[in-house]
């Protein structure tokens, strides 16, 4: 019996000392070599780094969040705070801003943002005053084309025959003044009757456009029963978009003989002034106070874009709270019109020798590329969505906008800065981050690309000869009407490409 219990404490005794064996075998095989039956001689070592190790990691991760709300911390005491360097961080016009920009130190905007609208558009108090006219107390505008009154064969322009001399006056600021802002008698663009009729109930408008056939409607999102009410929905089409749309989508047709796609008023505009669609397209967009003379307010979007936010919301954002009557979005990738000028060519959006003689003119009239020391923030718009209250001042802007537009290239982002510097910092207008912009909508695909044989022109000589038909008829005859100024010493500005998408 003794005997037994010996055998019996001896193997467990053996099979305990094999199971530490394994164990020892085990670490020492993980330290990368193998030594049975005893620890390695620097094995308390390793555990002490391993433990020291996860320790760092875990007080350097907290030292990094306490960091991180250090910094957001004062980033809020900055913005709020009376001192004139701290307060000037927040700031993003300001040069201090610019400078860590250009440092990256300061983080990119989401291409969408949230944008600070209010909750509830039946709380929003709508202005009983319009803003007060400081600058133009009367403005007019040019109805009959002078040149075909003189005699001449040519047909009535759209734009009117605008000499330079003409041009170069209209930026000059007087309390009366008298401009060309299209619609010249018999040029084209003439609205249906019983359009005229319902738009001059039209206080509040929302205002679209479909050319060429490009698109068809998109329903608004989000609007509320009183902006249902307070706003006309108007989509202005030519006759091949309408007949499109009619083809695609349901078409409803009122008492009075209006026509309906859900919440848009279809708005015929008959003989379209331009032989190029982009071009007529600048007519509801920029023009909006022309077709509608008796809207107060507009918002002008694209009509591939179906609007996200209340309208009542965003005139109350963009206008009514800052004290605004111009609002636009700044472009996400440009701020010199020469940076928007090269991409054109690159993206062939229209003849890139045309784009490069309506620089050449602005470059001649000492446009500078924008830089930090220029007042506003970019010189490149976003121009697919435009907020705007109707005053006088805003409409001579618009109208001189469009005669840009009119006399040079379609591109009407190369010509909004032009006339921003123009009028020498009398127009205000707020430009708004790009994020909201995109936050304001969804953007849709055209129902077929745009093309035109001009996109694809390299050279003036393509004008001459068997191909002078590409030039456009009633459209962009700056470009070739003799220049008052020697053209051949202006060099443009080096461009740098500001992104890969740009």
């Known amino acids: 019996m003794e005997r037994d219990f010996q055998r019996s404490a001896s193997v467990r005794a053996s099979r305990r000392q094999e199971r530490n064996n394994l164990q020892y075998r085990a670490k020492d095989t993980e330290g990368g070599f193998f030594s049975p039956g005893r620890l390695p001689q620097d094995y308390p070592?390793?555990?002490?780094?391993?433990?020291?190790?996860?320790?760092?990691?875990?007080?350097?991760?907290?030292?990094?969040?306490?960091?991180i709300l250090l910094a957001?911390?004062?980033?809020?005491?900055?913005?709020?705070?009376?001192?004139?360097?701290?307060?000037?961080?927040?700031?993003?016009?300001?040069?201090?801003?610019?400078?860590?920009?250009?440092?990256?130190?300061v983080p990119k905007p989401q291409h969408r943002c949230p944008?600070?609208?209010?909750?509830?558009?039946?709380?929003?108090?709508?202005?009983?005053?319009?803003?007060?006219?400081?600058?133009?107390?009367?403005?007019?505008?040019?109805?009959?084309?002078?040149?075909?009154n003189n005699g001449s064969?040519?047909?009535?322009?759209?734009?009117?025959?605008?000499?330079?001399?003409?041009?170069?006056?209209?930026?000059?600021?007087?309390?009366?003044?008298?401009?060309?802002?299209?619609?010249?008698?018999?040029?084209?663009?003439?609205?249906?009757?019983?359009?005229v009729n319902?738009?001059?109930?039209?206080?509040?408008?929302?205002?679209?456009?479909?050319?060429?056939?490009?698109?068809?409607?998109?329903?608004?999102?989000?609007?509320?029963?009183?902006?249902?009410?307070?706003?006309?929905?108007?989509?202005?089409?030519?006759?091949?978009?309408?007949?499109?749309?009619k083809k695609n989508v349901t078409v409803r047709v009122d008492s009075d003989g209006g026509q309906w796609v859900g919440i848009w008023r279809l708005i015929l505009l008959k003989h379209p002034p331009y032989d190029e669609p982009r071009r007529n397209g600048k007519v509801p967009k920029i023009l909006t106070h022309r077709l509608f003379p008796q809207a107060e307010y507009s918002i002008w979007i694209d009509g591939k874009m179906e609007l996200l936010v209340d309208p009542l919301l965003i005139l109350e954002r963009y206008l009514w709270r800052g004290k605004h009557t111009f609002a636009i979005a700044q472009h996400k990738h440009h701020r010199s019109i020469y940076e928007e000028a090269d991409a054109n060519?690159?993206?062939?959006?229209?003849?890139?020798?045309?784009?490069?003689?309506?620089?050449k003119i602005y470059r001649y009239e000492g446009m500078k590329p924008w830089s930090p020391n220029k007042k506003t923030v970019s010189d490149v718009p976003e121009g697919a969505v435009i907020i705007r209250e109707h005053t006088a001042l805003n409409n001579l802007f618009c109208c001189l906008w469009f005669n840009e537009v009119d006399l040079f290239t379609p591109r009407d982002q190369l010509s909004f800065g032009y006339v921003v510097y123009r009028l020498r910092g009398m127009f205000k207008f707020l430009m708004f981050p790009n994020c909201e912009y995109n936050s304001?909508?969804?953007?849709?695909?055209?129902?077929?690309?745009?093309?035109?044989?001009?996109?694809w022109v390299k050279s003036l000589d393509e004008f001459k000869g068997n191909n002078s038909a590409l030039k456009e008829s009633r459209?962009?005859?700056?470009?070739?009407?003799?220049?008052?100024?020697?053209?051949?010493?202006?060099?443009?500005?080096?461009?740098?490409?500001?992104?890969?998408?740009?």
Request: aromatic fraction near 10%.
């Open 198 to 245: 319902y738009v001059k109930k039209c206080i509040f408008v929302v205002a679209s456009g479909i050319f060429d056939g490009y698109d068809v409607p998109h329903q608004p999102s989000n609007v509320s029963p009183r902006s249902q009410k307070l706003f006309c929905f108007l989509m202005v089409v030519d006759e091949i978009s309408i007949d499109f749309i």
């Open 440 to 455: 304001l909508f969804i953007l849709h695909s055209h129902t077929r690309e745009h093309s035109s044989k001009v996109e």
């Open 45 to 67: 070592m390793k555990i002490i780094w391993k433990r020291g190790f996860i320790r760092l990691v875990l007080v350097g991760g907290i030292l990094w969040m306490l960091l």
């Open 115 to 148: 944008i600070p609208v209010v909750d509830d558009p039946d709380k929003i108090i709508i202005p009983k005053k319009r803003s007060p006219e400081k600058v133009i107390k009367h403005l007019s505008y040019v109805m009959e084309d002078e040149v075909a």
């Open 345 to 359: 060519k690159r993206r062939k959006r229209y003849a890139r020798p045309l784009i490069d003689l309506h620089m």
């Open 475 to 502: 459209g962009g005859l700056g470009l070739w009407t003799p220049y008052p100024g020697n053209l051949d010493s202006v060099v443009l500005p080096p461009v740098a490409r500001a992104s890969k998408a740009g």
């Open 153 to 195: 064969q040519s047909p009535p322009l759209f734009g009117g025959h605008e000499s330079w001399s003409q041009r170069e006056d209209s930026f000059k600021l007087k309390s009366t003044m008298k401009v060309h802002c299209g619609f010249i008698q018999g040029g084209g663009a003439e609205m249906d009757p019983r359009d």
């Open 72 to 105: 957001l911390l004062f980033h809020v005491w900055s913005c709020q705070s009376s001192v004139a360097f701290f307060s000037a961080i927040c700031n993003k016009e300001g040069k201090l801003f610019f400078m860590l920009d250009t440092m990256g130190l």
